[in-house]
């Protein structure tokens, strides 16, 4: 059997039809994404495979990253500044022992529907490929723009802090026709009090919205401008990175007190201090996501920059990331929604942690708080991060069925700094075909394919259009 051929991952007849009549011409919706919008305005074509695959400085893919350093690659090919043809070379050593992972999968998808490459990826047939994939990365073709039309996508959302000028939205709104790029607010600097720049950070905050801030009520008003400064250029949701939570009550007065410890200077913060604050700070930015009527996104339960000598070397998010395993974070959860329900400030939610273990109990949670005249006001979140195999993608959407409505799924996000990641929408959607079709046949499900297949447009598209009001 060739390599990824037109069927791969389709187990049965069921699954080809789904895939090929219905989710595979599907438009995408990238409602989470790490690409820059200046990236995306400047337009600029990379100089070889190396950037836009592997790095461009310290931009790039933690996954492949991960996997070089397992196979014992020296960071100067992997983040630093070897040769880009060096690198490539080190990767392709690299996928050759990658068997069984989807990144062997996903690397080889990227080069055949981007480039058009067929050769399996390996130390043989890299030089070949290197050439072949960098005599059109010079191309009016192979600009960002043009690659994000080429792969079908209509809506980007990016990940941008409350502070962002939104400059490159702003233009992007004016200038490009094809697809739209909306801003994505990630306020993981006002959230994590603790982190020892909270000080600083609200001078910036300060800054951008013309608000005085000296207690809660004042940082509140400066968020509400934020908010709708990201609306005006067509902001639909927020997401936070809350790695830990604990939920804890405090009067309006201790939280005020904190927000000026904090502020004066950076002092340290008892535990039962930061988990006040960050209750109040997250209960507020739920009633703005509702006033709004975005969608608020929870990432939770990651250990973070867990390779001390590393994070101080090359900084955050280069790979020495782990699952977490705070085992009652959805209970911590659970109390804030709760809380948030008698107040009716829960918004549209999505749900997604590295540790699959919650997910059995974020499902059965978030059935607790669907609204009336709401579709799926609460979701789970696709397999996310080291979840994001073929076994984890299954697992989280039978979990969606099983315990809520799998026809209402807002589908795939990519997660991703790369203008090729895309094919990940392919193979979630082959993921999801497959999982259904098996079910036809084993008579769970009728063979009707006009049915069956109107569901897979909305998970693959549909859904998300409509759940985020793009």
Known sequence: MTLLNDDFILSTKSAKKLFHNYAEKMPIVDYHCHLEAKDIYENKNFDNITRIWLNDGMFGDHYKWRLERANGVSEDLITGNGDDYQKFIAYAKTMEKAIGSPLYEWSNLELKRYFGINKVFNVQNAPEIYAEANSKLVTEEYKPRNLIVKSNVKIIVTTDDPVSDLKYHKLLREEETRFKVFPGMRPDNLVRINQGNYG???????????????????????????????????????????????????????????????????????????????????????????????????????????????????????????????????????????????????????????????????????????????????????????????????????????????????????????????????????????????????????????????????????????????
């Open 200 to 470: 600083e950070y609200i001078k910036q905050l300060e800054a951008c919205t013309n608000v005085d801030i000296t207690d809660f009520d004042s940082l509140v008003e400066a968020m509400k401008k934020r908010f709708q400064a990201f609306n005006d250029v067509g902001g639909k949701n927020s997401d936070h990175g809350l790695n830990t939570y604990t939920f804890k009550k405090l009067s309006k007065e201790k939280i005020d007190e904190i927000v000026r410890k904090a502020i004066k200077d950076n002092q340290m913060l008892t535990q039962d201090e930061v988990n006040g604050y960050q209750t109040a700070i997250l209960e507020a930015l739920m009633k703005l996501n509702k006033q709004y009527d975005w969608v608020m996104q929870f990432h939770i339960n990651v250990i973070r920059d867990v390779n001390g000598p590393k994070f101080r070397k090359l900084g955050p998010n280069t790979g020495y990331d782990s699952m977490g395993t705070q085992a009652n974070i959805v209970d911590e959860m659970m109390k804030l929604y709760a809380d948030a329900a008698e107040k009716d400030i829960i918004p549209k939610t999505i749900f997604y942690s590295t540790n699959p273990n919650d997910w059995m109990q974020l499902a059965t949670g978030m059935q607790n708080f669907q609204e009336e005249g709401v579709t799926q006001k609460l979701q789970l979140g696709c397999a996310w991060w080291f979840n994001d195999t073929k076994e984890g993608m299954e697992e989280q959407l039978r979990i969606m069925a099983q315990q809520s409505l799998l026809g209402n799924f807002v589908g795939m996000l990519t997660d991703s700094r790369s203008f090729l990641s895309y094919t990940r929408h392919e193979y979630f959607r082959r993921v999801l075909c497959n999982l259904i079709g098996n079910w036809v046949q084993n008579g769970q499900l009728p063979d009707d394919y006009e049915y069956l297949g109107n569901i897979v447009e909305d998970i693959s598209y549909n859904n998300a259009i409509k759940y985020f009001d793009f």
